[in-house]
Structures are given as structure tokens and as C-alpha cells.
């Protein structure tokens, strides 16, 4: 924050306006470390300083074909895990998309702002086409629009991400652009918070790809409910070079992403975890990464034990944010309906 000491403050100047965030996760499947490294931590480390509001992508997550009873488990279950990693309902609205009708009607009118072309592009787009084949669906094709809408409905200033969100968050920065630029400023444009360290946690099977969730290798992937045996068996067999040597540098991608991970977890830099392992082999290195990581998540797994059995707590919490998230995207679809020049009750 810029320091504004130079001028006498008045006494009764307001409190400077938190800026806004927005963020969101799919709950198809269980949560990875990357989704919990490259994200949520940043959820939680973020929610002091800004005005946070947070959902559960739900309607992004059926653009693959869900079994609807295990959709429904799996909300709730990422909804206390989140919880459980620290973020404060009390601070942070933080509730399930599918609850707040608004998402989907922004969504439509950002459809007419988006071009075929730009959605083509999408590097996502192209994957999940590939993976999903049979099922290459328009949600798949406009699921950036609706991110768009996600975010442009809260007015949010900083949207934190994994790289992968990148090209996204970069299309919605256009169609808010386009829209201000037809109707007069609307919509704040959103930066990307995209962290420094582990915005691009890799499988653990092949370092050169992305760790996912929807891997067939299970062994590719640290679900965050992992056991701590299964997550330092999981690091003892992930794949890594052939020179026996702890050092972050070309070709040497198994290695590099452990020690961006063993880097998160602990705070040291590559140089300290270099000077740890001199002289050690690869053995010992996975296992320090293996058991630094299932120490990080320990609290995590305690505090969600304890939330998931609590249904009713984590309904009443989803439905009092769905409420307060109403009442501010009301303003913004209210907006943008006027500008467009639709009726609304
Ligand atoms: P999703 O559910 O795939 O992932 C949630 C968040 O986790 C990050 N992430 C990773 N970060 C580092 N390394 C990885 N291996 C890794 N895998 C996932 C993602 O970048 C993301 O930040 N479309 C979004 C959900 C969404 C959204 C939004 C996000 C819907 N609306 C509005 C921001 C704003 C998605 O599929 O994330």
C-alpha cells in the first residue's frame, strides 16, 4: 500500500475500502496439492486484506458428464475442506455457484460480448476436447464466460489462480474491457494473482504435465485427503532424473517441481534446499518432501474430519453467504440489464 503519511490525516477520514477478490474451484473430484499449493492457501493468506468472496464452481464442474449424488457429495466435501484450510465465513463470503441465479444470467449476456474465434483458442477448450471427446459440449466451449461472469458479478479486482487460469482470467479482462468500452465503465477489469511459487504443481509421474485431478495414474496426483502414509509413498515413487544430484535446472523437471513443492512447504529457497541435500541421494530428498507435505496438510485433515460431519453447520454457512453474494451480484446484473436495454421484475 502506498505510503500516504506526507498529509495530515483528517480525524475522521474513512477507512481506507478493502479491494475486492473473487475466486473459484470445481468440485469434480477431489482436491489436489497443486489445486491446494497453486490456490487455496493464497485463498487464505489473502482474505485479511481484501474483501474476499469465494464459491464452489458447480455449474463449471458439469461440462463433464457428473453422477448427480456424487456431485452433490463432493460440493459439500470441498466446501468443509476449505473450511477447513482456514477460510473464515465470518471474514469471506464463500458459497456454491449453482446457489446464485445471477452467475448464469451474466453469463448469457458476456456470451454476446465473446467472440467463436477467441473461445477456440482456449488452451482448455482444446484438452478437455481431446479427453472428453464424446461429449464435447457448448458449456465446455463458453466455460469461460461463465468464469467471466464469476468474476465481473462481484466487481473483483484480484482473482487468485493457478497458471493454467491464466488464458482465462485474460478473456475475461477483454469482455469486461468490450462491455465498458459499448456501454460506459461497468466492470472493474481483474488482475490475475498468480503465485510465485507453485503456480504449476506437476504430476508426480510424468513432471513435464500438469498434476490433475483427473489423471488415470493415481500415483501422478496428492489428493489433499490423502493419508500421510499414501503421500510419502506417492513422493518415493515420483519420477525424477537419472544424475542423483538436488539442483533446480533443465531437464531436470521431476526434481524441479519437488523442490518448488519441498520450497512451499518449508520457506526455503532452492539454494538452502540444495545445501540440505549435497551429498544425499534422491531417496532421501522424496522423503523429506513426502513428509513435509503430509505435516502440512496434517491440521488440515484434523480441522476437516471434525467440519465434515457437521451438516447442518456448513448448509447454514453456504446459505448465508448464497444471500449476502445475491444481494451485491443483484447490483451488478441490475446494472448491466439496464444497459443492455432489458426489462427486468
Ligand atoms: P480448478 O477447479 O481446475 O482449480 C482450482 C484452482 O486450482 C488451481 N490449480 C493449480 N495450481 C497449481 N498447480 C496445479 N497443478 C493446479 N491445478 C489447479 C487452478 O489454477 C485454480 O486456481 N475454472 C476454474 C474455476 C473457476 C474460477 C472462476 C476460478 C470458475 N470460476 C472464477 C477463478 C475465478 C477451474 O477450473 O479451477
Not at 502506498?2 to 475500502?17: F, G, I, L, V, Y
Not at 465481473?152 to 479482462?173: C, F, N, S, T
Not at 500438469?210 to 513422493?235: A, Y
Request: charged share 25%; glycine share 6%; with cysteine.
Amino acid at each position: 500500500m502506498e505510503n500516504t503519511a506526507k498529509t495530515t490525516a483528517a480525524p475522521e477520514s474513512k477507512p481506507e475500502k478493502k479491494k475486492k477478490l473473487f475466486s473459484a474451484i470445481q468440485p469434480s473430484g477431489e482436491p489436489t496439492l497443486g489445486n491446494y499449493l497453486g490456490a487455496i492457501r493464497n485463498y487464505v493468506a489473502l482474505q485479511d486484506d481484501f474483501d474476499c468472496v469465494f464459491a464452489t464452481a458447480n455449474l463449471h464442474a458439469i461440462t463433464v458428464r457428473q453422477d448427480p449424488k456424487i456431485l452433490m457429495q463432493n460440493t459439500h466435501n470441498l466446501y468443509a475442506l476449505i473450511l477447513a484450510c482456514g477460510i473464515d465465513p465470518k471474514k469471506c463470503i464463500f458459497y456454491h455457484q449453482s446457489m446464485v441465479a445471477a452467475h448464469t444470467e451474466l453469463s448469457w449476456v458476456l456470451s454476446t460480448f465473446t467472440q467463436f474465434g477467441e473461445l477456440s483458442r482456449m488452451t482448455q477448450f482444446k484438452d478437455k476436447s481431446k479427453t472428453h471427446a464424446d461429449n464435447i459440449n457448448a458449456g465446455l466451449f463458453t466455460y469461460p464466460v461463465l468464469m467471466a461472469a464469476d468474476i465481473l458479478l462481484y466487481q473483483a479486482d484480484v482473482v487468485p489462480v493457478g497458471a493454467d487460469q491464466k488464458q482465462h482470467l485474460e478473456i475475461a479482462r477483454d469482455i469486461a474491457e468490450r462491455f465498458n468500452g459499448n456501454f460506459g465503465k461497468t466492470f472493474v477489469v481483474p488482475d490475475a494473482y498468480i503465485p510465485k511459487n507453485c503456480a504449476r504443481v506437476m504430476s508426480l509421474t510424468e513432471p513435464n504435465k500438469k498434476m490433475s485431478k483427473s489423471s488415470d495414474n493415481k500415483k501422478s496426483f496428492i489428493l489433499m485427503t490423502d493419508e500421510p502414509s499414501v503421500i510419502v509413498k506417492k513422493f518415493r515413487s515420483a519420477v525424477t532424473d537419472s544424475e542423483a544430484r538436488v539442483y533446480y535446472g533443465e531437464g531436470k523437471d521431476g526434481i524441479n517441481n519437488l523442490m518448488d513443492i519441498y520450497s512451499a512447504c518449508t520457506g526455503l529457497n532452492f539454494e538452502q534446499i540444495e545445501a540440505e541435500f549435497e551429498g544425499k541421494g534422491y531417496g532421501d530428498f522424496k522423503n523429506a518432501v513426502g513428509e513435509a507435505v503430509a505435516s502440512l496438510l496434517e491440521p488440515i485433515h484434523k480441522r476437516y474430519k471434525e467440519l465434515i460431519s457437521d451438516k447442518a453447520y456448513l448448509e447454514q454457512c453456504s446459505r448465508e453467504s448464497a444471500e449476502k453474494a445475491a444481494y451485491i451480484a443483484k447490483r451488478t446484473i441490475d446494472k448491466v440489464y439496464k444497459k443492455v436495454g432489458l426489462p427486468r421484475m
